[in-house]
């Protein structure tokens, strides 16, 4: 209760010593110039989600059966052989991780997997 008064009365009713200025109305000033360091959270493409941001990452090479493997758990792609192929791992839970497949920059394939069958990789 304390704490919440004390940041209203700093945020909107003290003049800051420094600059002058009731620091919510600088803020708001400093959006409108579009001078803020502050951005909204943009995904920048290829990437579609925050899942390919936030994420375990490996690249494999793709065999001449259309199959990678991580630790002897193999996946069978559809990109053609000898092609690199970048993983992002994607924990969705304690039991269930998601792997996206990416390859030149487009998202080829997405499998679920158990996190107990990635041995060797940890979250």
């Known amino acids: 209760m304390i704490l919440n008064q004390e940041l209203h009365r700093y945020n909107y009713q003290q003049v800051h010593s420094t600059t002058q200025e009731i620091p919510y109305f600088r803020f708001q000033r400093a959006l409108k110039e579009k001078r803020s360091l502050f951005r909204e959270f943009t995904i920048s493409p290829p990437y579609q989600s925050p899942k390919d941001i ?18 002897n758990l193999q996946f069978k792609v559809p990109a053609d052989p000898r092609k690199k ?3 992002r791992i994607y924990p969705l839970n304690d039991e269930l991780a998601e792997i996206r497949f990416w390859c ?4 080829i394939d997405v499998q679920k997997v158990k996190n107990t069958d990635l041995k060797g990789v940890h979250f």
């Not at 936030?54 to 630790?71: A, E, G, Q, W």
């Not at 030149?104 to 998202?107: A, F, H, P, T």
Request: proline share 4%.
């Open 54 to 71: 936030f994420c375990l990452r490996m690249n494999r090479t793709v065999d001449p059966y259309r199959k990678i493997s991580i630790h």
């Open 85 to 87: 192929i970048n993983l």
């Open 104 to 107: 030149e920059g487009k998202l």
